[in-house]
């Protein structure tokens, strides 16, 4: 067991605990079951997180299985980055297995439940089948087909793998019940005629398996326990004990549903995020913007923020949303300590210091994270020519403005004070420059007490100053927009990115990719993989410093 992060327990984990308590189950195993048609999202890391760590927990052991019945939407490039996302999350899974792989014993289970008499080949068209399935308040009705003899049955299955039917002309049901009240009991489809090529079995089969078939049986040849998924297959449950028992599994596997994670201001449904990415929305499925773990991963999120945030927002069976702004709190968390804090000017405005020496430059001493001594000091430059950023200086503030304008002198962070002595405009009246001096009597860390300034810029010296590019995000879908009835696609926000060119410290030449800082009054940042070149370094933000978000009471 961890014993850094004591288990946080949720209703299944207690289900599990009783389950070992009293015997019932030997040893405890679980099973993430993703389908290969995307990448996976932050609502995937929470059954993640649910599924390997309670089986951690007691020394159980969880696969991966890629769910890889439906070959048309599927790729290996998907089941690439699933395994690749999973391990940086933190988990190594048992074994890594195939629903692909089973296609031999799904096949021969099928035939069991025909020459049981629990199956049929169906011909109707799938309006047919959608006319005679009824509805919640209208029972089904029959198909004709139904009552076909198991020898035509086996004959006609027999056929649909060879091939020997288009696609749609013939499905196998399961014979249930028409009438029931749980529609997904009403004679299940279990298999179709798909003539796709799979990206694992080839061109070996052209009758694919429906999920709520392969999932139990899947699930019951690994031997696993305890089968967690959300809440929309609580519906499907009896279908799922139903496969099992009639198809005589050996491993009873039963399974429990909870509530999934909804965030706001987002899009998490896999066929959403692939329409985003085919429409250049963003620029691929890692785009910082997207809620997918690769998303989080090249905007700056550590797999301690996704794992903690999962952790705390807990497991419930009710449905809820949370605000994205909860996972901002675990990544600033996460990174307050571990982030050097250093100055990045994101909208330059130049400095001239008038009665600073032509062509001096000294260095002062920066601690590199006043809140953690251990990551000690650097050398940063100073001399006659700063930028500082534009939103810190107004030619006319209001009342209780503390940062520059004319006359007034502010605190230049481990540096001095400095007083704007003349404002420079182009012509068309834009501020370009600004022309102050300073004072050497109060240089940061001499134990200058003569006055005080209530403002605090930052600063990077020019001579010096890398350029850099700064991505800014804001949540990509516009709040509450989706409920006016419009399509999520019109509901994009138009400033979801903003790119900003401005400069960094000298230091900064060397930082590699994904390295993450925090620059002082703007938040922490990371370096990008992607657009980062050797003379441009480009930093995503991760998170602005401060919010006015209490996670206590979200
Ligand atoms: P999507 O609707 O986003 O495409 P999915 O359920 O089709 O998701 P799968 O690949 O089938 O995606 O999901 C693999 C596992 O992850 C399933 O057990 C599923 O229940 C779980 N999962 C998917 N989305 C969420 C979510 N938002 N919150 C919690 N668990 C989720
Ligand atoms: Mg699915």
């Given at each position: 067991?961890?014993t850094?992060?004591?288990?946080?327990?949720?209703?299944?984990?207690?289900?599990?605990?009783d389950?070992?308590?009293?015997?019932?189950?030997?040893?405890?195993?679980?099973?993430?079951?993703?389908?290969?048609?995307?990448?996976?999202?932050?609502?995937?890391?929470?059954s993640?997180?649910?599924?390997?760590?309670?089986?951690?927990e007691?020394?159980?052991?969880?696969?991966?299985?890629?769910?890889?019945?439906?070959?048309?939407?599927?790729?290996?490039?998907?089941v690439?980055?699933?395994?690749?996302?999973?391990?940086?999350?933190?988990?190594?899974?048992?074994?890594?297995?195939?629903?692909?792989?089973?296609?031999?014993?799904?096949?021969?289970?099928?035939l069991?439940?025909?020459?049981?008499?629990?199956?049929?080949?169906?011909?109707?068209?799938?309006?047919?089948?959608?006319?005679?399935?009824?509805?919640?308040?209208?029972?089904?009705?029959?198909?004709?087909?139904?009552?076909?003899?198991?020898?035509?049955?086996?004959?006609?299955?027999?056929?649909?793998?060879?091939?020997?039917?288009?696609?749609?002309?013939?499905?196998?049901?399961?014979?249930?019940?028409?009438?029931?009240?749980?529609?997904?009991?009403?004679?299940?489809?279990?298999?179709?005629?798909?003539?796709?090529?799979?990206?694992?079995?080839?061109?070996?089969?052209?009758?694919?398996?429906?999920?709520?078939?392969?999932?139990p049986?899947?699930?019951a040849?690994?031997?696993?326990?305890?089968?967690?998924?959300?809440?929309?297959?609580?519906?499907?449950?009896?279908?799922?004990?139903?496969?099992?028992?009639?198809?005589e599994?050996?491993?009873?596997?039963?399974?429990?549903?909870?509530?999934?994670?909804?965030?706001?201001?987002?899009?998490?449904?896999?066929?959403?995020?692939?329409?985003?990415?085919?429409?250049?929305?963003?620029?691929?499925?890692?785009?910082?913007?997207?809620?997918?773990?690769?998303?989080?991963?090249?905007?700056?999120?550590?797999?301690?923020?996704?794992?903690?945030?999962?952790?705390?927002?807990?497991?419930?069976?009710?449905?809820?949303?949370?605000?994205?702004?909860m996972?901002?709190?675990?990544?600033?968390?996460?990174?307050?300590?571990k982030?050097?804090r250093?100055?990045?000017?994101?909208?330059?405005?130049?400095?001239?210091?008038?009665?600073?020496?032509?062509?001096?430059?000294?260095?002062l001493?920066?601690?590199?994270?006043?809140?953690?001594?251990?990551?000690?000091?650097?050398?940063?430059?100073?001399?006659?020519?700063?930028?500082?950023?534009?939103?810190?200086?107004m030619?006319?503030?209001?009342?209780?403005?503390?940062?520059?304008?004319?006359g007034?002198?502010?605190?230049?962070?481990?540096?001095?004070f400095?007083?704007?002595?003349?404002?420079?405009?182009?012509?068309?009246?834009?501020?370009?420059?600004?022309?102050?001096?300073?004072?050497?009597?109060?240089?940061?860390?001499?134990?200058?007490?003569?006055?005080?300034?209530?403002?605090?810029?930052?600063?990077?010296?020019?001579?010096?100053?890398?350029?850099?590019?700064?991505?800014?995000?804001?949540?990509?879908?516009?709040?509450?927009?989706?409920?006016?009835?419009?399509?999520?696609?019109?509901?994009?926000?138009?400033?979801?990115?903003?790119?900003?060119?401005?400069?960094?410290?000298?230091?900064?030449?060397?930082?590699?990719?994904?390295?993450?800082?925090?620059?002082?009054?703007?938040?922490?940042?990371?370096?990008?993989?992607?657009?980062?070149?050797?003379?441009?370094?480009?930093?995503?933000?991760?998170?602005?410093?401060?919010?006015?978000?209490?996670?206590?009471?979200?």
């Amino acid at each position: 067991m961890d014993t850094k992060n004591p288990p946080v327990s949720n209703f299944i984990r207690a289900i599990i605990v009783d389950d070992v308590e009293s015997g019932r189950t030997q040893q405890v195993a679980t099973r993430f079951p993703p389908e290969p048609n995307g990448y996976l999202h932050i609502g995937h890391a929470k059954s993640i997180c649910l599924n390997f760590e309670v089986a951690d927990e007691f020394r159980g052991r969880t696969n991966l299985r890629f769910d890889d019945t439906n070959p048309v939407k599927e790729d290996t490039e998907y089941v690439d980055s699933i395994q690749e996302d999973v391990r940086w999350l933190g988990f190594e899974w048992e074994e890594l297995r195939f629903a692909s792989d089973y296609f031999e014993e799904f096949y021969e289970r099928a035939l069991l439940l025909i020459r049981k008499g629990l199956a049929y080949i169906d011909d109707s068209t799938v309006e047919e089948m959608r006319e005679l399935r009824g509805t919640l308040t209208q029972r089904g009705v029959n198909s004709p087909y139904r009552d076909r003899s198991v020898e035509q049955n086996l004959d006609l299955f027999a056929r649909m793998r060879a091939g020997e039917f288009p696609n749609g002309a013939r499905v196998l049901r399961a014979k249930i019940d028409m009438s029931s009240p749980n529609i997904t009991l009403r004679d299940p489809v279990l298999y179709r005629i798909s003539h796709a090529h799979h990206h694992r079995t080839g061109d070996a089969w052209c009758i694919y398996p429906m999920y709520d078939f392969a999932h139990p049986l899947s699930d019951a040849i690994e031997g696993i326990t305890h089968s967690i998924c959300t809440l929309e297959f609580e519906d499907h449950r009896p279908l799922y004990d139903w496969a099992i028992e009639h198809c005589e599994m050996e491993a009873r596997p039963r399974q429990y549903e909870f509530g999934r994670l909804n965030l706001t201001n987002t899009v998490m449904s896999k066929r959403k995020l692939k329409q985003l990415v085919d429409e250049g929305v963003v620029d691929g499925w890692d785009d910082p913007r997207m809620p997918t773990i690769s998303g989080l991963r090249r905007k700056g999120f550590t797999p301690g923020a996704i794992v903690t945030f999962c952790r705390e927002i807990g497991v419930a069976r009710a449905y809820s949303v949370v605000d994205e702004q909860m996972l901002d709190h675990f990544i600033r968390e996460d990174l307050k300590l571990k982030a050097p804090r250093t100055m990045a000017v994101v909208r330059p405005l130049k400095v001239v210091i008038t009665n600073y020496p032509e062509g001096q430059v000294e260095w002062l001493e920066a601690e590199n994270n006043n809140e953690n001594e251990a990551m000690g000091t650097r050398q940063i430059p100073f001399s006659r020519e700063i930028y500082i950023e534009q939103d810190d200086f107004m030619e006319n503030p209001p009342a209780k403005y503390f940062r520059l304008f004319p006359g007034n002198e502010v605190r230049l962070k481990h540096a001095y004070f400095i007083k704007c002595e003349e404002v420079i405009k182009n012509e068309s009246g834009e501020v370009v420059e600004l022309r102050c001096t300073y004072d050497v009597e109060t240089k940061s860390g001499s134990g200058f007490t003569g006055r005080k300034v209530k403002g605090t810029l930052h600063w990077v010296e020019a001579s010096h100053a890398v350029p850099a590019e700064f991505r800014h995000f804001e949540p990509l879908i516009a709040s509450e927009a989706e409920e006016d009835g419009k399509s999520f696609l019109e509901c994009i926000n138009p400033n979801s990115l903003q790119v900003l060119d401005g400069f960094v410290e000298p230091e900064m030449k060397n930082a590699a990719a994904s390295d993450k800082f925090q620059f002082f009054r703007h938040g922490y940042y990371s370096v990008d993989p992607k657009f980062t070149s050797s003379e441009r370094p480009v930093f995503n933000r991760v998170v602005s410093l401060k919010s006015s978000f209490d996670p206590s009471k979200a």
